[in-house]
């Protein structure tokens, strides 16, 4: 089990999202490229694994959509981005999938502009 010091891991609530910031991360935020991507219904379990991830790969800052936000993701619940610099972590990510959480790898910022979506995204739509 990954032990999460509360002292290191900051949780804002701004505008539509949830932001969970590392206080630890040693990158400049300006190296970030893109994102993984989490799905679940539950959204007290990807805030959990948001923690985890974050202290146990030294990663900056991930998301996920307040309670306010309407649901975007038709079909898959809430997502949760986890922001990194490179597609380092796919391999290992891929692991904390569990019946109720869906890991769908990595998408880079040049793809999210681009508005390209995964196809189960499009399927559900």
Same mark, same amino acid.
């Given at each position: 089990?990954?032990?999460?010091?509360?002292?290191?891991?900051?949780?804002?609530?701004?505008?539509?999202?949830?932001?969970?910031? /590392?206080?630890n991360y040693l990158?400049? %935020?300006?190296?970030?490229? !893109?994102?993984?991507?989490?799905?679940?219904?539950?959204?007290?379990?990807?805030?959990?694994?948001?923690?985890?991830?974050?202290?146990?790969y030294r990663l900056?800052?991930?998301?996920? &959509? $307040? $309670? /306010? #936000? &309407? =649901?975007?993701?038709? !079909? *898959? !619940?809430?997502? @949760?981005?986890?922001?990194?610099?490179? =597609? %380092?972590?796919? =391999?290992?990510?891929? *692991? @904390?999938? #569990?019946? $109720?959480?869906?890991? %769908?790898?990595?998408?880079?910022?040049?793809? #999210? %502009?681009?508005?390209?979506?995964?196809k189960q995204y499009?399927? =559900?739509?």
């Amino acid at each position: 089990m990954i032990h999460i010091d509360k002292n290191d891991i900051e949780v804002i609530t701004r505008y539509d999202w949830i932001w969970i910031k /590392n206080k630890n991360y040693l990158e400049s %935020r300006d190296n970030i490229k !893109g994102k993984y991507l989490f799905f679940s219904d539950d959204k007290k379990e990807l805030l959990y694994l948001a923690k985890v991830i974050l202290s146990k790969y030294r990663l900056a800052i991930a998301k996920i &959509p $307040s $309670s /306010n #936000t &309407p =649901n975007k993701n038709k !079909g *898959f !619940g809430y997502v @949760l981005c986890i922001y990194d610099s490179k =597609n %380092r972590y796919c =391999n290992e990510l891929k *692991f @904390l999938a #569990t019946n $109720s959480i869906a890991f %769908r790898y990595w998408k880079s910022d040049a793809d #999210t %502009r681009a508005k390209k979506y995964s196809k189960q995204y499009i399927n =559900n739509k």
